[in-house]
C-alpha cells in the first residue's frame, strides 16, 4: 500500500508556475508520504509543515497577560489550541494561494514558521519583526520528527522505518533540514544580533523554566513586574502551558484542525532523553559523529538528558 499526504501537502493543486518551479528543484522521499524539494540549500515540503506547541502556548500566555490574564478561567489557552492561536504562515495563512491582510490582526501579532532564517523575507529579516528561535537536541528532534510523520500517515496503515527515516535524517534530508544548517542560521543570527533574534534551547527551558521564560519576557521587552512576580503570574503560566496540562484539555484531546489531523498528535511525551528508548550505539555513533563536524567551533552544545 502506498502512503498519501495529509491534504494540506498534496501537489494536485498546485498551480503550473509552482509545478514548473518544482520540476527544476532536487528533490527526495518526504516523511509524510510527499516529496521534500531542496530550496536555498534546505529541504522543504511543497507546502510546509508542523509546529512547536509549548512555545506557542508560552508566547501566547506572555505577550497577551494584559488582555487575557493568566488566572481568567476562559482564557484562550483553556478552549483554544496553541496552533489556532499562534497560526503557522505557511501552512494556515498563505495556504491555497491565500494572502493574508495582517492589518487586520490584533497586536501583539504572534506568527509561527518553519522556514530557514536564510529564506525569510528581507522585510522580515530588516524590520523590528523579533524572533524567538527554540531548537531541541538532534537524537529528540529526529524521534519526534519520526513519530510525527507515522501518525500523519498510519491511517493509510503504513509506516516510515526508523532506519530509513534516520538515514535521510543524517543525509539532511528532513523536513526544512539539514536540522545542523537551519540551527547554525539562528543561532549565529541569535549571537550577531540579540536584540533581534533569542536562541531558546528545549532543554533549557524544561530545566529552568523560570529563568528561561523571565529572559524570554525581558527579549519580548514585556517583562514580569515585582506585583507579578509577587502573586505568582510566572509560576501560573508555566503550569498553564505545561505538557500535563495542555495535554489533557478536552480541546486539544478531541480537537480537529479544518484539514482534519487531531490536535492530540502535537502532544506525544515531551521528554529529555526519549531517544534512548530508540537510538542503537551505531546510530548514536553516527549521528554524534555528524554533529561534532557541523557544529565544530560554533560554540553550540547540546543536552541530551
Request: aromatic share 14%; net charge neutral; glycine share 4%.
Amino acid at each position: 500500500m502506498t502512503t498519501s499526504p495529509p491534504k494540506y501537502l498534496q501537489e494536485d493543486n498546485l498551480n503550473e508556475e509552482c509545478k514548473k518551479f518544482l520540476s527544476i528543484l532536487p528533490k527526495e522521499k518526504g516523511w509524510v508520504g510527499s516529496y521534500i524539494y531542496n530550496y536555498q540549500g534546505f529541504w522543504t515540503p511543497p507546502k510546509f509543515l508542523q509546529g512547536t506547541t509549548w512555545l506557542k502556548s508560552l508566547l501566547f500566555a506572555l505577550m497577551n497577560r494584559v488582555k487575557h490574564p493568566i488566572f481568567e478561567p476562559n482564557h484562550p489557552l483553556l478552549v483554544k489550541n496553541p496552533h489556532v492561536l499562534v497560526p503557522f504562515l505557511e501552512n494556515t495563512l498563505y495556504i491555497d494561494g491565500r494572502v493574508p491582510n495582517f492589518s487586520t490582526f490584533t497586536s501583539p501579532r504572534l506568527l509561527a514558521t518553519h522556514v530557514p532564517f536564510a529564506s525569510l523575507p528581507k522585510s522580515v529579516q530588516d524590520s523590528k519583526t523579533k524572533l524567538v528561535y527554540l531548537c531541541r537536541n538532534p537524537r529528540d528532534t529526529f524521534i519526534s520528527m519520526w513519530h510525527f510523520a507515522n501518525n500523519l500517515i498510519v491511517h493509510h496503515k503504513v509506516t516510515n522505518s526508523i532506519e530509513e527515516m534516520f538515514d535521510l535524517f543524517c543525509e539532511g534530508a528532513s523536513l526544512y533540514g539539514p536540522f545542523w544548517n537551519h540551527v547554525l542560521d539562528y543561532w549565529k543570527q541569535s549571537i550577531e544580533n540579540p536584540k533581534k533574534v533569542i536562541f531558546l534551547m528545549y532543554e533549557e527551558i524544561t530545566k529552568k523554566p523560570k529563568i528561561e521564560l523571565k529572559r524570554l519576557a525581558e527579549f519580548l521587552e514585556c517583562p514580569f513586574s515585582i506585583e507579578e512576580g509577587n502573586s505568582g503570574v510566572v509560576d501560573e503560566i508555566l503550569k498553564m502551558c505545561s505538557f500535563e496540562n495542555l495535554s489533557n484539555l478536552e480541546v486539544n484531546t478531541n480537537g480537529k484542525f479544518s484539514t482534519g489531523e487531531e490536535y492530540k498528535l502535537f502532544f506525544r511525551r515531551g521528554e529529555i532523553g526519549d531517544w534512548k528508548n530508540y537510538f542503537t550505539i551505531e546510530m548514536s555513533d553516527k549521528l554524534n559523529h555528524i554533529i561534532e563536524e557541523k557544529f565544530q567551533g560554533s560554540g553550540l552544545k547540546f543536552s541530551y538528558v
